[in-house]
């Protein structure tokens, strides 16, 4: 049991890394995720940053 | 405008400039409701780990108070750490990320707060009164009761609609590796957290301990790690503004990890009853998972290249880095400590201890005071105190590498007196100064999260917390597949098919991790307990199981194991090894997983129940430097007035080992000893071999030996004075506390005890007599055998106590006549008990407990011997004659035993 648990991660590991070796599209599918994050954090810090500075001037005018 | 084209793998989009489609909304309110309540809940927490630290230099500080006993606040300290400050801390991040990771906001606001009060209103606040109050699971990362135990579940369904569910109606084409471990970290939990509470309450003994086992990993790999993970992934490339290194290697990791950590459990219970299949397969897994470990935090750290200058400035990046170093550090250590030949020699030490802080500290709570730190500065209108942040930081590092460092040296000191023939006191002593660290290095981490907390609140204003906008542009590096981002609804359905993979894959995984070292391990062990047992195996009476509840309650398990190892250090010390038929009746296990005190596998027959009972009111009483906690509150004011709960705890220790012995599995060869050479038992497979020690224990575990030897002391007068003198220092450690500092048999303990002990300076005693004592302890009195120290000490003892006596004794003032009248008296008497030639082996006597006195080794001064004629030994089978014999003849017969000293061929005066 326990060489085949063995076996099989391994195989799945090694069949993800034919799969990032052999096929160009697989790695760039593989690596969108961390792009797209990064473009979230900016959305999201823009948006803080267009509200704080909101809140900032309007209790200046107060 | 989009434009689209397919890859096998990918349907990459284009798109133009287009207006955002919007930014979901992020509950600011809840976040700061969570970082609010992980903070009061971890300063509690440490409050209590300290207190818990202190009472083991200390063990009387704030004793006598139930609530406030070891046992109870350790549970509290580690279910705070666990619920109160990681639980709400996470929950803080998730609030602030699955925004940003699934475009759609958490699912509702009022299911938030909900979550928020259930979280800490059903959980951890009743949990800490309840376990206080008496009412807890004896079960590692799992102390909480199971009416909190049921909300701990609610709520982690509560948080698959909160947090997982957005995911699912997520409108990002690819989900980012920190989502990964969210839904992985809520999801698992969910499934194991019952799994690891509830079966050992309905699964006995070894085959329950395969679950908790489980457990216990489970919570760190299942709940702690991905949720840490999480945020580690997540404030890296926030905070440098760079992708991370390799998105294909981190989903690598997340996968190994799920796959792996659930197989680790069983390497908590090496060399145990558990089949060895199941362990070997557990030491593969940790092996399997060390390589995984190097893999993750491999690709965190090259997600930092470039940008040392960073994690310099950057205060929370700081935190999450020493996080993830700490991560490398402690799960290497964890893969090692998994090995056999380390796990036998640093396994229940203060190394394991050391392990746990450096995880639980090291890399989770730092990675969690970084993503708290992280998103703090990110809340519109707040702004941490970034001085005040930087001396937190260091005085949390400078504290927990102290504690660490320190932990794992005691460790290994506790293994190598472990491992010798040495007392086990001797390891309580040579630990006690690394207690004594372990405790003032608390103090800067306590002082650190103190500062944490100040920093938060005395950031400056809302002035100075705009985002840096002009920067926005560095955060998106032109890379290659940036334009394969899209914001629009997978029109392919691949982010649910992917959520359906995990789901299959990581429960298919989970499932086999239960399969493999649990269910089958448990039928193995349940095919052996049937096959091995007594037939006539004694189930607990009432007031034994009542017992086992308070023993549990009180954390007695957390420091004394039930589980022998078969390990030849084990077994001499403790006895045979404990087999799984032992505990079929156990529920829940009461294995262990750590020893301060020694195991009590064998405590049945062991030691006389006022000794226990002494023991229990006041352990100093009767073990000078015990660091066990005193539960006077078991008793109405003395060691001689046991509430029914003390008479409980004493019934049940009594029970420990019962079986075994009963069953006649307890062979001992008389005579045998500790074998250094001894080697480590047969293991799985063979219960019929673990069910034959090859020695005797060393000590507390019965079987007294007819053959001890004969311990002369020195004849030369200058040994014989170095001897007095070591031996004087061994009595005051190990024999002052009953006998008294000057053997009077006035000690501390003598009051609860009957009989009383030995007055020493009343009586002559042969080397045979002292040697025998002090090898096999006297059974039915408090006098345990003495074995376990070495030859030499034990040599000493002998010199040091026949020291005691004065030797001047006045010389016999009677006459043959009155020697005669003795013996007459005494064969009329006495010989039933004391036979016919005062050899202590009357034909009543193999019934009796104590045994009766042999005068031909002990000679009581003329006082003693009267005293003891009128009024008897109470505890003893000896009674008061003062009724029956007159002065006189009490006198003659005084007289008489004191002539028989000696050899009994020597006594004959035909």
Not at chain 2, 84 to 93: D, E, Q, R
Not at chain 2, 790 to 795: A, H, N, Q, V
Not at chain 2, 803 to 832: I, K, R, V, W, Y
């Amino acid at each position: 049991m326990i060489n085949l648990i063995v076996i099989v991660v391994s195989a799945m590991m090694l069949a993800l890394l034919m799969g990032w070796w052999r096929w160009p599209a697989f790695r760039t599918w593989f690596e969108a995720p961390k792009h797209s994050m990064l473009r979230q954090e900016r959305r999201f810090d823009d948006q803080n940053a267009t509200r704080t500075a909101a809140r900032l001037h309007s209790s200046q005018g107060s | 405008m989009t434009t689209g084209s397919e890859t096998p793998f990918h349907r990459v989009e284009q798109r133009d400039t287009q207006p955002d489609p919007g930014v979901p909304s992020v509950d600011y309110g809840l976040i700061r409701a969570h970082v609010l309540a992980s903070f009061a809940t971890l300063l509690i927490s440490v409050a209590f780990g300290l207190v818990v630290a202190t009472k083991l230099n200390l063990p009387e500080f704030l004793g006598g108070h139930a609530w406030l006993t070891w046992g109870r606040l350790r549970y509290n300290h580690t279910q705070g750490i666990f619920f109160g400050w990681l639980g709400n801390a996470f929950l803080a991040f998730l609030y602030y990320v699955v925004p940003r990771l699934a475009d759609r906001p958490v699912l509702s606001r009022k299911l938030g707060w909900l979550l928020f009060w259930i979280w800490n209103c059903a959980v951890v606040l009743p949990g800490w009164v309840l376990v206080a109050a008496g009412f807890s699971q004896p079960l590692e990362w799992a102390e909480f009761p199971l009416v909190v135990d049921a909300f701990v579940v609610l709520a982690f369904i509560l948080m698959v609609f909160e947090f997982v569910l957005p995911f699912l109606r997520a409108r990002l084409s690819d989900l980012y590796v920190s989502a990964w471990y969210i839904i992985g970290g809520i999801i698992f939990t969910m499934l194991a957290y019952p799994v690891g509470n509830l079966v050992p309450e309905l699964v006995p003994g070894a085959r329950g301990a395969a679950f908790s086992g489980l457990w216990i990993h489970d919570a760190v790999g299942l709940y702690v790690t991905p949720f840490a993970l999480a945020i580690a992934y997540y404030v890296i490339p926030a905070t440098t503004r760079r992708a991370i290194f390799s998105h294909f290697l981190s989903m690598v990791g997340f996968w190994l990890l799920f796959f792996i950590y659930p197989l680790n459990g069983t390497h908590h219970y090496v060399y145990s009853a558990i089949p060895m299949a199941a362990q070997k397969g557990a030491i593969v897994a940790s092996a399997y998972l060390g390589m995984d470990v190097i893999l993750v935090v491999a690709n965190l750290l090259l997600s930092l290249r470039g940008s040392s200058g960073t994690v310099g400035r950057d205060v929370p990046l700081r935190f999450v880095w020493f996080g993830v170093v700490s991560y490398l550090l402690v799960s290497l250590q964890g893969s090692v400590q998994a090995l056999m030949p380390v796990n036998r020699f640093i396994h229940f030490t203060d190394w394991v201890i050391g392990h746990s802080h450096f995880a639980m500290i090291g890399f989770a709570s730092f990675i969690a005071l970084g993503g708290i730190a992280h998103l703090w500065q990110r809340i519109p209108g707040t702004r941490y105190n970034e001085r005040t942040m930087n001396w937190s930081f260091w005085l949390l590092a400078a504290g927990l590498t102290l504690m660490v460092a320190d932990l794992t040296i005691a460790g290994l000191v506790e293994g190598q007196v472990w491992a010798s023939s040495a007392p086990w006191m001797e390891s309580v002593c040579a630990v006690a100064s690394y207690w004594l660290v372990r405790t003032f290095s608390g103090l800067p981490i306590l002082a650190g999260l103190v500062l944490f907390f100040t920093s938060l609140v005395s950031g400056p204003g809302p002035s100075a917390a705009i985002t840096p906008v002009a920067s926005r542009e560095a955060y998106i590096p032109a890379v290659e597949g940036d334009a394969s981002i899209s914001h629009e609804p997978p029109s392919s359905g691949r982010i649910r098919h992917a959520h359906v993979i995990i789901f299959g894959a990581g429960a298919g995984f989970f499932a086999l991790s239960f399969l493999v070292l649990a269910i089958l391990p448990g039928k193995e062990l349940e095919d052996e307990i049937q096959r091995v047992a007594p037939v006539t195996m004694p189930t607990l009476t009432a007031s034994e199981q009542k017992g086992r509840v308070v023993y549990g309650r009180e954390g007695c398990a957390y420091c004394h194991t039930q589980q022998i190892r078969s390990l030849a250090e084990d077994v001499r010390r403790f006895g045979a090894p404990t087999e799984a038929w032992e505990t079929k009746y156990d529920y829940p296990q009461l294995w262990g997983t750590r020893r301060i005190g020694p195991d009590l596998s064998r405590e049945f027959n062991v030691r006389p129940r006022d000794w226990q009972l002494t023991h229990l009111y006041n352990p100093r009483l009767v073990v000078q430097d015990s660091v066990m906690p005193p539960y006077s509150w078991l008793f109405n004011g003395s060691p001689d007035r046991p509430t029914q709960e003390a008479l409980d705890v004493v019934a049940y220790l009594e029970t420990l080992g019962r079986a075994r012995q009963l069953s006649g599995l307890e062979r001992q060869a008389p005579g045998s000893s500790v074998q250094p050479g001894t080697a480590d038992m047969v293991m799985a497979g063979e219960p019929s071999a673990r069910a034959t020690p090859p020695t005797v224990p060393i000590a507390m575990t019965g079987g007294y030996s007819l053959s001890a030897p004969v311990l002369h002391p020195a004849s030369d007068p200058d040994d014989l004075q170095e001897e007095v003198s070591r031996g004087g220092a061994l009595f005051a450690a190990n024999c002052a506390s009953c006998h008294g500092s000057g053997g009077v048999g006035d000690g501390k303990a003598s009051a609860s005890l009957l009989p009383k002990p030995a007055n020493l300076t009343a009586a002559r005693f042969s080397d045979e007599r002292l040697s025998s004592v002090l090898w096999n302890g006297v059974a039915g009195s408090s006098m345990p055998p003495w074995r376990q120290l070495p030859t030499e000490d034990l040599r000493a003892l002998v010199a040091y106590i026949q020291s005691l006596h004065s030797s001047g004794a006045a010389p016999s003032t009677q006459g043959a006549t009155s020697l005669n009248d003795g013996e007459s008296l005494f064969a009329a008497n006495c010989a039933g008990c004391h036979g016919a030639r005062g050899a202590g082996d009357g034909p009543v006597a193999g019934g009796l407990a104590p045994q009766p006195t042999n005068f031909h080794l002990k000679k009581p001064d003329r006082e003693r011997a009267l005293e003891v004629l009128a009024n008897g030994l109470p505890g003893t089978a000896m009674p008061p004659w003062k009724s029956q014999l007159s002065v006189d003849q009490r006198h003659a017969l005084a007289e008489f035993v004191r002539s028989l000293y000696g050899p009994p061929q020597e006594i004959s005066r035909e």
